[in-house]
């Protein structure tokens, strides 16, 4: 299943990438155990975050990148070597599927649907030197502290995401750095791999999923986000 690349243009300023848009599971892993209400929860996917990236592609003429499977399958936004790159257990539910992933599965898995993704990415911001790499997650509300409504996620681009954030806030949004996690602990693997590999800039956006419940209001969250991310790059 290769990923979703959407306006695949020339020397964009921006390049969006999306590692958990989907809730999708391969017909020939059924359904990993799971039930559709689970599939579809936040173990499954981003709620709502393929959406806004598709969105502010659209509004910002730049080139998208979306995942195609569900991160239960094979987690995009992960290290090949990480313990939950596909998770036998992810919040307390139990991934049947995964149980017993041997080696030939597993490097199937990677074959099929993690290095296209990845792959693509790279091959999209080649065609775009300098742009800004902005990938786009959600997170739930549902743990204490986690009242605010956006999360500007960087390591080494302190100066940027201080930017970034300063147009959400014009943007109305309530906006925290490095949280609900944390670039500086190494959780945004997917855009700090492939900035550094195409040296640009990267951050990673976490969006409150509460904002994105319905498509209706991802796509106006989009539009919103979309006016700031174009502020930083025209100045």
Not at 206 to 215: A, D, K, T, W
């Amino acid at each position: 299943m290769k990923p979703t690349t959407l306006c695949d243009r020339v020397d964009s300023r921006l390049v969006v990438t999306c590692e958990h848009a989907s809730c999708v599971v391969p017909d020939e892993l059924g359904d990993l155990g799971l039930s559709v209400g689970q599939r579809r929860g936040h173990i499954g996917w981003d709620v709502g975050a393929g959406l806004v990236a598709e969105e502010m592609s659209a509004r910002l003429d730049a080139p998208a990148v979306l995942s195609s499977v569900t991160r239960l399958v094979v987690d995009c936004n992960r290290h090949i070597a990480d313990h939950d790159l596909m998770p036998a257990v992810s919040h307390g539910v139990a991934i049947a599927r995964n149980r017993t992933i041997d080696a030939e599965e597993r490097e199937r898995r990677l074959r099929e649907y993690y290095d296209p993704f990845h792959d693509e990415v790279d091959r999209v911001l080649g065609r775009s030197p300098g742009a800004l790499l902005l990938s786009v997650h959600s997170f739930t509300p549902s743990y204490v502290g986690r009242d605010f409504e956006i999360g500007v996620l960087f390591d080494v681009y302190h100066a940027q995401a201080v930017e970034l954030a300063a147009g959400l806030r014009a943007e109305r949004f309530s906006v925290r750095l490095n949280e609900p996690y944390s670039g500086l602990e190494g959780l945004i693997y997917s855009p700090q791999t492939h900035g550094r590999r195409a040296s640009c800039v990267y951050l990673e956006l976490e969006i409150n999923n509460s904002l994105l419940r319905s498509e209706r209001a991802a796509r106006a969250t989009a539009r919103r986000l979309a006016r700031a991310v174009a502020g930083v790059l025209d100045r």
